[in-house]
Every structure is written in structure tokens, then in C-alpha cells.
């Protein structure tokens, strides 16, 4: 990895499963990805162009605060996985790293947009899943999916041309995340021909059911999230 944001296939696919089923149905890697890479730095481009803050719609300011809210969630989630050191003896040894880069990246860009606007970090407190390999799994898997029709359902809603175009361009790597996560896991990446958006009460109501946001730093606690998948 040249600057912590950016990640390739062979970054990806770390032990080379994905390619040899990619090569399986005939595809070559130099065909399906050439030197392409994926994470923070096309994302910080396409934030690069929306408009100043001031010029941002109020609807639009909502809906960012919204996804930066869940773009903490996750980043939380990596980045305390990654310091657990719960998956460094497993085929997600370099997960957390990777995808927890890409996620602060987000929050970096969602907030460089937001600017004063920009909603504060919660606390979290994960309840002992950064801490178990096989629980820091199904989370992940449950947290892309979420984030992937979550994004799908509030894209329609966005009023700047300039902001959709930026959350587009999270969701297509939020459902790069998903489908790595489900091929880790043992499941289907891509199950349906079509995927339904979540509306906002439908999301907030799951991530709450999760008990991972709490109200203060000190909180503590272990035991079995509501939210695994």
C-alpha cells in the first residue's frame, strides 16, 4: 500500500482465493482490473468537487450527517478490530487495516464537506466483537450490507448533482467492502439481480438495536450484539 488508502487485488485477495475463482470463469487479472485501485483517494477527489458548504441544500446537509454518522460506526468498528489484533492469526489478518483506512477516509471527506455542519463522533462500545474473529465477521458483513442500502435509499434524496455524484462514488466501494465480506464468510456476494435501499428510520432503528453508540466513554460491556448478520 503506497499511502494507507489506496489497496489493490493482490492487497484485496491476500490469500489468492479470489483470483483463483476469478480465473476459474475465465477472467484474467490484468482484464478485470489492470493497475486500478480502490479506496481514499478517488473518494477524496470526488468530494473535491462539491460545493462549498454554504452551498450545500439543508436537505442534503442532513442526509451527509446521516451517512458520516455510520461512516464513524464502521471506521470505530476497523479501527478497534485492528488494535484487538483479533483476526491476525485468521484470513482477515489484514481486513481490518484495509477497509478501516478506506472507512476514516470517508469520515475525513464527509467532514472536510460538512465543515462546522458536521455532526460530532459518538461513543462506541462494541461489546467484545472487536475482540473475537469469528463475531468481527458476521458484524462486518451485517455492517456492509447496511451501509450499502442505506446509501441506496437516501440517493434518490439528494438535491445537489454534485453531492450525488460523491455518495455514489462511496457506495460503489461500501458494496466492494460488502461482497468481500460475504466471499470471506462463506456468502453469496451477490444473491439477487436487484437490492432495495433501506430508508433512514429502517437503518437508525437497526444500528440502535445494536446497543454499539453509547452515551458516554465510560461505558462497558461484553456479551452477544443483536447485530451479527
Partial sequence: MSDGLDFTLEELDCDGALQESLEGIGFSRSALLGTAVVGGGALLAAFGAAPAEAAIPANDTDILNYALTLEYLQAAFYTETERSGATRQTKMRRVPGQIGAVERAHVAAFRGVLGRKAVKRPFFNFRGVTEDADAFL??????????????????PRLRSPQVLAAAISIHSVEARHAA???FLSGVLPAANA????????ETVGIVNSTRFIVSNPNQTGRGSPRFTG
Fill in 138 to 155: 458476521r458484524t462486518a458483513v451485517a455492517f456492509e450490507d447496511l451501509a450499502v442500502a442505506a446509501y441506496k435509499g437516501q440517493a
Fill in 180 to 182: 468481500w465480506m460475504r
Fill in 194 to 201: 436487484f437490492d432495495e435501499g433501506k430508508s433512514l428510520g
